[in-house]
């Protein structure tokens, strides 16, 4: 088929069940190698009820078109299904399948009088709280023609209807800023329910909502377990059952004794025969209690904009061995984030006790980059023949693990012992690869800290007693997240939580993290850190070319800079603002990561500068010229304090810095030859001038460097682009390719399977850093791989949403071949290039709707192609 739709997808959902649009808008993704192809019109069939309307509409636009039919009701289901045509002469697609959607309760009142509901028993508010286990039992009159489950809990739950577990998600509804936005979910549980007596069950763990969470406290949304549900039941008969939680319900513990996200889980599985088949009907539930009602949870009730948690891969173990002191210790062969999965027999009472570490030191597990996070899970085993194991509301970051009382009876293999991959259902979209094995392992540690770290948020660290949405973290790696995953839904529930926060502090500043820990803490905000408000939007809509979505964040982008930045009189950061500027600078001290050789103010206020540049440019995507012309003036006022504040002669930056040097070129913050009016006519003036100069500046410090890295958070994402555009692009090869410490292979040589937080987390005699803030599934630093991605992969987006595709790999560092795979908005982008005697090979693949803009490395021009595959050669 030369031109088919691939996808049709609501909203940015993976799966449209129990969405909260009731007008949600469609995107299509189209498939097939159809020459130049635009779409010239498109045909919408909606069908409801039984009832089918067709809508035509003469549009190119592909994304987000809006909803055509009347809105969906609450908890109303559709299906939707498109067929594209094109331009003169041009075929149409088929129609593509028809794809369903449903809306979740959009009415607090849908509810049906579920209230949140707690066990009725006397507890330790301020101890860790021992999962409970709801149930209720129900009748249905009939055979069943539809039931959902919109569920939600204060903890985290698990939910079983007749003894079989509901969905496949983990650790749900996952994290949010409690107070504001409260997730729930919601299944199709038709199969599960039969004619006669049910029986629903749950167990709640404490997970973020009440547990230990950051470096003191607990119960920052609540102190007790609880649990929401709404049952709804359509029988063959007509008749509609609904089943909600209220005083009806009982509950009870069982046999897990405790489980926490920092800490582990202890399971007693001798616990499991009292409350055999509680989740199934005809229970004897006489020694349960009852429940009481909580009040209604503070936060929306609101349905995920992004998928869920879940279970997305196994690894098997890679060796058994003892360490140095004689313990038994696991290594998986990767650094990654989940839980054991165990299959073992041995005698009653038998107590398995887990420790998870990232690193080995001196041959045994390295605990104390985990600091107060215990990390252990313990087993009881009940004696009664083979049993299988997985702890349930906890997460641990781990390569290796230490088994202390392991069962003789059970060999301890592959078989016996797996690791479970566990992170938030992101679709895969990005692949690269090249002629060069280091950088292509460094590529796959790049992945390996996404998947580690988009765990509901998007966290620091996944291993220690932290495991926070920082913001800085994200603003750096954002680009590279979302060329590798479909991160759509996923950050824009994140941004929704940052716009609550920054709004309940009224100053418009922006956390360090979101959710904010305690729920009512009041950081000051940093610049970079705070500035994903601005970045975050930005990179999404380059991404996914959401205007309805860059409309409804462009609000916490402007309120930041307008309101919540504090400014120095010129409009600058004020001097003595808190920073954590070029934060983890290679020659900052290992007890100081903010003491770095760039000066703070500097940092921030090069970042203001490019945020005044974003804002105005994101004006001009929403039609907003007053505000555009604005930000406009703003900027160039700024460049010009900058100039006064940072510069002098023109090119010499306060300091002699890699982070100071391509901040100002990347970010265009040097003054116009003439030293009036900076001007952004000056890039890529290769030739004199202060960028000229600025440039050769940037390339001795990085010489006098030997190609050693030189940036921390704030300077590493510039440095690749600032070279590049100064037509230096082999030095950046060189840093990307050096080996010795601090560099990006460093950590590739020094065995790590994801990217460090520190640039010498481990230290080349195999110690761990000094000082316990040290992890070694950090994404930040991978934020390379934007680069990467654009330059030696060949692809980036040139027009928001990749309607346009920035074809234009600079090969370097004596890579001779290179490809790269995006699944983009339009479809699937692929390109490959080689280097032979013959000279250049580069072959591309453009979906149709979409044009790509191709510069091959010694071409002066760029050439526009549309869809189809295109292949090009010239002298090398
Ligand atoms: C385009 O796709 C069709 C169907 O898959 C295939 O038969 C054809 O060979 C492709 N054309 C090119 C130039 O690869
Ligand atoms: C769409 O374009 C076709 C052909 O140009 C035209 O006949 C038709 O009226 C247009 N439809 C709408 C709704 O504008
Ligand atoms: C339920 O169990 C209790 C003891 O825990 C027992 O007294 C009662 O008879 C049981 N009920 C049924 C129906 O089996
Ligand atoms: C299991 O053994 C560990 C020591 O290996 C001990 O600390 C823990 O208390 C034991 N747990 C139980 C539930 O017996
Ligand atoms: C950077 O430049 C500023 C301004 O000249 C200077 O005060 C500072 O000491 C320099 N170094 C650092 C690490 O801030
Ligand atoms: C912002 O818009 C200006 C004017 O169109 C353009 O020159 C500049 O490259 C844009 N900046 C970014 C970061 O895309
Ligand atoms: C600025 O440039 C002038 C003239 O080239 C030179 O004499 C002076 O030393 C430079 N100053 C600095 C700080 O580089
Ligand atoms: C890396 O792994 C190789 C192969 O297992 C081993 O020989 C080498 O010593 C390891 N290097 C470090 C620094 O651990």
Redesign the pocket.
């Known amino acids: 088929m030369a031109v088919s739709i691939a996808r049709l997808s609501f909203e940015h959902h993976r799966e449209a069940l129990g969405i909260g649009e009731s007008q949600p808008r469609i995107s299509w993704r189209f498939a097939g190698n159809a020459s130049n192809w635009e779409q010239s019109s498109y045909d919408l069939e909606v069908s409801r009820s039984g009832q089918t309307n067709s809508y035509s509409t003469n549009s190119s636009n592909s994304l987000f078109v809006p909803w055509p039919d009347k809105p969906l009701g609450s908890a109303e289901a559709a299906k939707a299904r498109v067929r594209a045509h094109g331009g003169t002469q041009q075929s149409s697609t088929p129609w593509s399948d028809w794809v369903a959607v449903e809306t979740g309760l959009l009415n607090p009142e849908d509810w049906s009088g579920s209230v949140p509901i707690a066990a009725d028993r006397d507890y330790d508010v301020n101890a860790p709280k021992q999962p409970i286990y709801f149930r209720k039992e129900f009748v249905t009159s009939d055979e069943v023609a539809s039931a959902r489950l919109y569920i939600t809990s204060l903890g985290l739950y698990e939910a079983y209807i007749n003894g079989d577990r509901v969905g496949d998600a983990v650790l749900a509804p996952g994290w949010q800023s409690f107070n504001y936005r409260h997730v729930y979910d919601t299944y199709d549980v038709t199969d599960s329910i039969k004619k006669g007596q049910n029986a629903i069950g749950v167990t709640v763990g404490e997970g973020w909502f009440l547990g230990r969470i950051a470096w003191s406290g607990r119960n920052y949304w609540g102190d007790n377990l609880g649990l929401q549900v709404l049952l709804t039941v359509t029988t063959k008969d007509g008749k509609k059952t609904a089943v909600p939680t209220d005083d009806s319900w009982a509950a009870s513990t069982g046999p897990i004794l405790s489980s926490e996200i920092y800490d582990g889980e202890t399971y007693d599985s001798r616990l499991e025969s009292a409350i055999e088949g509680w989740n199934k009907p005809s229970f004897n539930g006489s020694n349960w209690v009852g429940v009481k009602s909580l009040s209604p949870v503070k936060g929306h009730l609101m349905s995920p904009d992004g998928p869920p948690v879940r279970k997305i891969e196994e690894r098997q173990l890679e060796k058994v061995f003892k360490s140095a002191s004689g313990k038994t210790l696991v290594d998986f062969g990767q650094n990654l984030v989940g839980w054991l999965h165990l299959n073992v027999q041995g005698p009653a009472g038998t107590n398995i006790t887990i420790h998870h570490a990232e690193v080995l030191e001196k041959g045994e597990l390295a605990l104390a980059p985990l600091r107060a996070a215990k990390a252990t899970d313990t087993v009881i085993l009940h004696g009664k023949g083979p049993q299988t194991w997985e702890p349930t509301f906890t997460f641990h970051g781990f390569r290796y693990i230490q088994i202390d009382g392991w069962p003789e009876e059970t060999p301890l293999d592959g078989k016996a012992v797996k690791a479970i991959v566990v992170h938030s259902d992101i679709e895969q979209t990005g692949w690269f690869q090249c002629s060069n094995a280091l950088l292509n392992k460094f590529h796959n540690n790049v992945q390996w800290s996404t998947k580690g770290n988009f765990l509901s948020i998007s966290t620091d660290c996944p291993q220690r007693d932290e495991r926070l949405g920082w913001t800085g973290d994200a603003h750096a790696f954002g680009p590279t997240a979302n060329f590798l995953y479909n991160t759509g839904g996923f950050w824009r529930g994140w941004h929704r939580d940052m716009w609550s926060e920054m709004q309940r502090r009224g100053s418009m500043r922006v956390p360090f993290f979101v959710p904010t820990v305690p729920p009512d803490s009041d950081d000051p905000g940093a610049a970079v850190w705070s500035d994903v408000a601005v970045g975050g939007p930005w990179d999404l809509f380059r991404f996914y070319g959401d205007k309805g979505m860059l409309a409804e964040q462009l609000p916490q982008s402007k309120a930041w800079i307008d309101t919540g930045l504090p400014r120095n009189e010129v409009g600058l950061w004020k001097r003595d603002a808190f920073q954590f500027g070029d934060w983890l600078d290679p020659k900052a001290p290992p007890e100081d990561p903010g003491?770095?050789?760039?000066?703070?103010a500097?940092v921030a206020d090069a970042y203001l500068i490019r945020m005044t540049e974003l804002l105005a440019n994101m004006s001009s995507a929403l039609g907003d010229e007053a505000s555009e012309n604005s930000y406009r003036s703003k900027h160039a006022t700024l460049r010009k304090e900058f100039a006064q504040a940072?510069i002098t002669n023109g090119s010499s930056l306060?300091?002699r810095t890699q982070t100071a040097y391509a901040l100002a070129l990347h970010f265009d913050l040097l003054p116009s030859d003439d030293g009036a009016s900076p001007s952004s006519k000056t890039k890529n003036g290769a030739t004199g001038g202060n960028r000229a100069a600025a440039a050769a500046t940037l390339r001795q410090i990085v010489a006098e460097n030997d190609y050693l890295v030189g940036t921390g958070f704030a300077g590493t994402p510039a440095l690749g682009p600032a070279l590049q555009g100064a037509g230096a692009s082999e030095d950046f090869y060189s840093m990307l390719l050096q080996t010795k410490v601090p560099s990006w292979l460093y950590q590739v040589v020094m065995n790590g399977t994801t990217t460090w937080e520190r640039w010498d987390s481990m230290l080349p005699d195999g110690t761990v850093n000094t000082g316990t803030m040290t992890s070694f599934n950090h994404y930040a630093f991978g934020a390379v791989a934007d680069w990467i991605h654009a330059t030696i992969g060949g692809l980036a987006p040139a027009e928001p949403g990749w309607t346009v595709v920035a074809v234009e790999p600079i090969p370097g560092g004596g890579i001779t071949s290179a490809g790269a795979r995006f699944i983009s908005p339009y479809g699937e982008i692929t390109s490959s290039w080689w280097i032979d005697s013959a000279g250049f090979h580069l072959k591309l693949s453009v979906p149709p709707n979409a044009k790509a803009r191709v510069k091959l490395p010694r071409g002066a021009i760029s050439t526009l192609v549309g869809s189809g595959l295109h292949e090009f050669q010239e002298e090398y």
């Open positions: 003491a770095a050789t760039t000066a703070k500097l940072w306060a300091n």
